[in-house]
């Protein structure tokens, strides 16, 4: 007969125990930022940052100067704000007051650049905890999206779009590529006291305050009723890519 000693015993239980928590994500997926590059064609690549804070999300356009922020509310309804870091200025909008957004905003879209309707069936999973990777594929004869998306932090880590040429050769034209992301909690609680901190206006006192050269100014530029519509729709649609105007 063969004994087991205990203090063995207790080895191999810690052993799978740790084993076991390796596989886990302890990561606070609800308040992050991730940095993203985006390519759009042949335009050069641009970078933004992907804020969360619960239930407030943020789009940052680096170069733009530009943020927007999408609030979900009790009622399931999703109010944007728009900012203008430049001027330290924004503009409040009650939902479904941005012309071209529809009835309602996709908010997985906006949490997460990605539409949970487009993550449902993945074709090949690899990896484990934080780093766990699930890959999806859609498309038709005209074109693909190809997604690599991180279930425990609910970010895409890359996203690409191609289209057939005339020729029948697929081209790429429109990626985007996670460059890395930090769950700072006082740094992200910072950056979203910071927008609110900024002078607001309500989208419906605007044409009230015409003289003000900063409304002005945006009117004739067109970020105060044409805002980002998101990257890709529920159907794989390349849209107006997030930040262009």
Same mark, same amino acid.
């Given at each position: ?7 063995a ?13 390796a ?5 606070n ?19 933004f ?5 619960? !239930? ?21 309804? +999703? ?21 071209g ?28 905890g ?7 594929e ?17 970010? +895409? ?30 740094? +992200? ?16 006192? +605007?044409?009230?305050?015409? !003289? ?27 849209l ?6």
């Open positions: 007969m063969k004994y087991f000693s205990l203090a015993l207790c080895c191999a239980i810690g052993g799978m125990a740790n084993a076991a928590q596989e886990q994500c302890d990561a997926a609800e308040v992050l930022k991730a940095d993203y590059l985006q390519q759009q064609g042949k335009q050069n690549a641009k970078g940052s992907l804020w969360r804070l619960h !239930q407030e999300v943020a789009h940052q356009a680096l170069a733009q100067g530009l943020v927007e922020k999408w609030q979900h509310l009790r009622s399931g309804q +999703v109010r944007p704000v728009r900012y203008f870091e430049q001027y330290q200025r924004g503009i409040e909008y009650q939902p479904g007051e941005l012309k957004q529809g009835l309602e905003i996709d908010w997985s879209q906006k949490y997460q650049l990605v539409s949970n309707a487009l993550l449902e069936q993945p074709v090949r999973t690899q990896g484990q934080c780093e766990r990777e699930e890959l999806f859609h498309g038709n004869e005209q074109q693909k999206l190809a997604i690599t998306w991180l279930p425990e932090l609910k970010l +895409v880590k890359s996203m690409t779009l191609s289209k057939q040429d005339d020729q029948g050769q697929w081209q790429q034209v429109n990626s985007l590529e996670l460059q890395g992301y930090q769950l700072n909690k006082q740094q +992200v609680e910072r950056q979203f006291a910071l927008w609110d901190s900024y002078q607001s206006t309500d989208y419906a006192d +605007v044409g009230d305050n015409e !003289q003000d050269p900063f409304l002005a100014k945006m009117i004739n530029q067109g970020f105060i009723e044409h805002g980002a519509s998101g990257f890709y729709s529920s159907d794989g649609q390349a107006r890519g997030g930040h262009h105007h």
